[in-house]
């Protein structure tokens, strides 16, 4: 069975412009959690969809959105972009909703966005 | 507050030796879950262990064991016989049974060396 795949890999772009990640995660999984890594916060929880509804939602700004396709695959949206966003974008697969402490994830091998 | 702390930003381990990695966390909630990730390089975060608040015995995967002392809060990670392969970035994190999302530490950095 196929990972949770990401595209793209590597992204560069300038401030101001908007950048669309997206992400696909292993046939069958229906919820899909991103994530954003960085060296000074950490790995912080952006928001979480399930059958095309996002579910959850961290403590980020409204520039950063998503959405949820019926064949479950998602993508990520950053709009307007400042140099704080250049992180690494992980996105996590599983088969329910992710709350419920047994619930385990598996996650992309990211999207790494600098931002210039 | 920060709900996982990881006290260890480095360790140095020999190759065939056992290394243990620190976890303490926080939460009043009962019903919890404590995973451990692995991330190498390429930035991939990979599951290896879990355990749950209510396991009555420390959970085990093949070379991955972990130390829960649930009165202490503390989930250490033990890997035995060190491989170089094993070298990576290593997060321990939670998920509370009211939460939704996992809670990660900052992580800490293991170099296996010959």
């Given amino acids: 069975k196929a990972g949770v795949t990401q595209t793209p890999r590597y992204l560069i772009k300038t401030r101001g412009q908007q950048v669309t990640l997206s992400c696909s995660p292993i046939s069958g999984h229906r919820s899909v959690s991103w994530y954003q890594q960085t060296p000074g916060q950490g790995l912080q929880f952006l928001f979480e969809y399930f059958s095309e509804t996002q579910r959850n939602k961290g403590n980020f700004p409204g520039r950063f959105s998503g959405r949820q396709f019926s064949n479950s695959r998602s993508e990520m949206n950053v709009s307007t972009l400042e140099l704080g966003d250049s992180a690494l974008y992980l996105c996590a697969s599983s088969v329910g909703l992710a709350g419920g402490h047994r619930n385990e994830q598996f996650f992309g091998p990211g999207t790494r966005l600098t931002v210039l | ?114």
């Avoid at chain 2, 926080?26 to 995973?35: E, I, Q």
């Avoid at chain 2, 749950?52 to 890997?79: H, M, P």
Wanted: with cysteine.
């Fill in chain 2, 1 to 114: 507050a920060q709900k996982i702390t990881q006290t260890q930003p480095g360790m140095f381990v020999q190759e065939k030796e056992a290394v243990t990695l620190d976890c303490t966390y926080d939460t009043s909630d009962p019903s919890y879950g404590l995973f451990w990730y692995k991330q190498p390089s390429s930035g991939e975060m990979i599951f290896l262990i879990y355990q749950g608040s209510y396991d009555q015995q420390n959970a085990t995967e093949g070379r991955y064991s972990l130390n829960f002392q649930k009165a202490r809060k503390s989930a250490n990670l033990v890997i035995s016989a060190s491989q170089l392969g094993d070298s990576a970035m290593y997060f321990c994190a939670m998920r509370e049974n009211s939460g939704y999302a996992l809670n990660f530490g900052k992580g800490t950095s293991l170099l296996v060396t010959p």
